[in-house]
């Protein structure tokens, strides 16, 4: 094998530096890297030339995720360039996410998995694609691999956006306890640490829990406990892991109010805030358990992974978003139990083919069976009153891909893949007979990715691909209106979208690299599901085209900056009278991070996020404002056992908004009717935390 070929698998795989892991296709198999337990990402990003198939793909390293301050622990994927976190409800609840100009509610179109193990839960009684991070200990994770568009075979469900893989560690320098203290009754404890539990077998152990009450009027009393362990042997050759998991939460939910309530400042003769509630019995229960497990062996000129997973899932949800629109009280609950098994697998062969020349085949399969059960019910301070749905789903999902990499001489590469995937759904509905039934759906998903270089470090990429969401079971086999009996229409059980994207890195500027991409997203139909009524329908087709910039720049051992802005055109393609734009979809972000290392026993970070102003309606007459957040790290090594941290969240104070809808809702005392308007959940005020950990 020549020189180059060395250099460019070492670079493909090491984004963790293992010479004997160059055959391992991590970057075709995120999660490939789980497996390599003794490997683990040292820097910030690793983005550089040679090192992935599109100028938008990356990792995120543990020096990065340990610099700066998060609010949530989902508050890591911003790390990912042009990526946004923010909550409209209660902390317990799955976060809200937006990317590339989607709003990607709680997670449609943006696959997750932690561990190996897939979040994003699919015919969900919230949310299609339901994606709780709660559970995640930022303390394990080592790095976070991302993509964003629909351009690898080894991505099926929920990605056309994008995914990210977190990986967690399978041992600890040294066992560590941190306590963190914050205001309005924020607390957090966690335990952590590995030891040797028989030759070569390593058990990695973390227990967490949080209370937290909010800035809300009605405390939010989140109550959280959270406990991993990771059992693991073997070496970047041959290996495996086995994972348990268990995190349970409950909580007040403090939901979006009216911002015409908000500027009148009181309701029914009592003052009324930013931080009130309209409802404070909503809130919510939840509980996940999973038992993972991969093996991988790496025979020299192929490579083995086998992952497979269980878990065990429930959510109790009480929500009110209209008020009196309906009833007397317009709260209603979701409630959602299920068992999930699936695992994935793949195969891959490297084969030498002379001077400067080398082939990669991978044939992958992946599976997974969710058995569930739904509940849609009227509620009264959480009380049922009247059923509204009540559904047994058992639905599969099959995908098989297979992937060719082939480097046809020193700057040129290819990347050529397919995919199949095979739907099937059965659905029981106790209230509406007539909406139970069968549904399958199937597609193929062919990808595409060129890249030449890198000349003087620099590589120009070309990326194709169809990607696909699934719709919520019940919406495909959903003949009427569970609430109005009214006739509707099945939705479609697999929608495809297709992606193009042409990008470049750089580092030709010494110490920074630099990441260019152009791209545009197409989806035959917006995932739309409405909870509160239980129906999901076809939503319009749309057409996204933007530009991401993103640039690392490391000038010295001391110091590393970071710029992103990212740039989205979305807009509906059906030219439909009521206007193209797509509701809350983001157009513009930015971040921008500065940090500081080692200067004596002082480090800290500075950041401040932009996300710029949406259409909350079609025809762009009613837009959510701007925001900007500013966050603090100051970090104090008092010994080689102890460091204190000090977090400021939204430093400079500003009253922003988590997000901002336009709907109709109904106060007492409004018309029947009631009033359209915008309303919104505010963002926290300044907040601070003190950290101190201790390490054994």
Aim: charged content about 20%.
């Amino acid at each position: 094998m020549s020189k180059f070929q060395a250099q460019f698998m070492v670079k493909r795989l090491t984004v963790m530096v293992s010479a004997l892991a160059f055959v391992s296709a991590g970057a075709h198999e995120t999660n490939v890297a789980a497996a390599l337990n003794d490997v683990e990402v040292r820097g910030h990003y690793d983005n550089a030339t040679g090192s992935s198939d599109a100028a938008s793909q990356g990792v995120v390293g543990s020096a990065m995720l340990r610099s700066r301050a998060a609010l949530r622990p989902a508050d890591i994927l911003e790390y990912i360039p042009g990526l946004v976190v923010t909550q409209h409800s209660g902390d317990g609840k799955a976060n809200q996410y937006f990317l590339r100009g989607m709003n990607l509610d709680h997670g449609s179109d943006f696959a997750t998995s932690v561990n190996g193990v897939p979040v994003n839960l699919p015919s969900h009684a919230h949310g299609q694609g339901y994606s709780d991070l709660n559970f995640l200990i930022p303390e394990l994770v080592s790095r976070v691999e991302y993509r964003k568009g629909p351009y690898a075979a080894s991505e099926g469900d929920f990605s056309s956006a994008g995914s990210a893989s977190f990986v967690y560690r399978t041992q600890l320098d040294r066992p560590l306890a941190d306590v963190t203290l914050g205001q309005r009754g924020y607390m957090r404890g966690v335990v952590a640490g590995s030891q040797d539990v028989s030759e070569g077998v390593t058990l990695l152990s973390a227990l967490e829990r949080v209370n937290n009450n909010g800035p809300w009027s009605t405390p939010q009393d989140l109550r959280k406990l959270n406990a991993q362990f990771i059992l693991s042997s073997g070496s970047p050759r041959e290996g495996w892991s086995t994972s348990v998991s268990a995190y349970s939460a409950s909580w007040n939910a403090t939901d979006q109010v009216p911002q015409r309530l908000i500027d009148a400042g009181t309701y029914q003769g009592q003052p009324f805030g930013r931080f009130d509630t309209l409802d404070a019995s909503d809130g919510a229960t939840t509980r996940r358990t999973s038992v993972s497990g991969n093996w991988h062996h790496n025979a020299g000129h192929a490579l083995t992974q086998v992952q497979w997973y269980a878990v065990s899932y429930s959510l109790d949800l009480y929500s009110n978003f209209t008020y009196n629109l309906a009833r007397a009280s317009d709260q209603f609950a979701q409630t959602d139990q299920r068992t999930v098994v699936g695992g994935k697998a793949f195969k891959s062969w490297f084969q030498p083919l002379g001077d400067q020349q080398s082939m990669q085949n991978t044939l992958g399969l992946q599976i997974r069976q969710d058995r569930i059960t739904l509940g849609l019910f009227d509620t009264v301070s959480r009380h049922i009153q009247s059923t509204v749905r009540d559904d047994e789903v058992h639905q599969m999902q099959v995908g098989v891909y297979g992937e060719n990499e082939r480097v046809w001489n020193s700057w040129f590469r290819t990347v050529a893949g397919v995919r199949a995937d095979q739907f099937n759904a059965r659905v029981s509905s106790a209230p509406q007979a007539v909406n139970s039934g069968t549904s399958n759906g199937s597609k193929i998903s062919p990808k595409v990715s060129l890249i030449a270089g890198p000349w003087k470090k620099t590589e120009v990429f070309f990326n194709t691909g169809h990607g696909f969401h699934s719709n919520d079971a019940r919406g495909t086999t959903a003949k009427v209106d569970p609430r109005t009996g009214q006739a509707i229409d099945a939705v479609s059980p697999l929608v495809r979208s297709r992606g193009q994207e042409i990008g470049i890195k750089t580092q030709l500027v010494p110490d920074l690299q630099t990441a260019l991409a152009f791209w545009r997203l197409d989806v035959d139909s917006e995932l739309v599901y409405a909870g509160d009524t239980g129906n999901t329908r076809a939503g319009r087709p749309s057409r996204r085209t933007g530009v991401e910039w993103s640039n690392h720049w490391t000038p010295g051992e001391h110091l590393w900056m970071d710029a992103n802005l990212a740039w989205t055109q979305p807009k509906y393609s059906d030219n439909d009278p009521m206007g193209n734009n797509i509701p809350n979809a983001v157009q513009k972000v930015a971040n921008l991070s500065l940090a500081l290392k080692n200067l004596g026993s002082w480090s800290g970070s500075l950041g401040a996020r932009y996300v710029g102003a949406a259409p909350l309606i079609e025809n762009n007459a009613i837009r959510s404002a701007s925001s900007v957040t500013a966050h603090l790290r100051v970090n104090r090594k008092l010994s080689n056992d102890v460091d204190v941290t000090l977090d400021i969240f939204n430093l400079t104070d500003r009253q922003n908004n988590d997000i901002s809808y336009d709907y109709t809702s109904r106060l007492v005392g409004e018309p029947s009717l009631g009033v359209d308007g915008i309303h919104v959940h505010p963002a926290e005020p300044r907040t601070l935390r003190v950290s101190t950990r201790y390490r054994f």
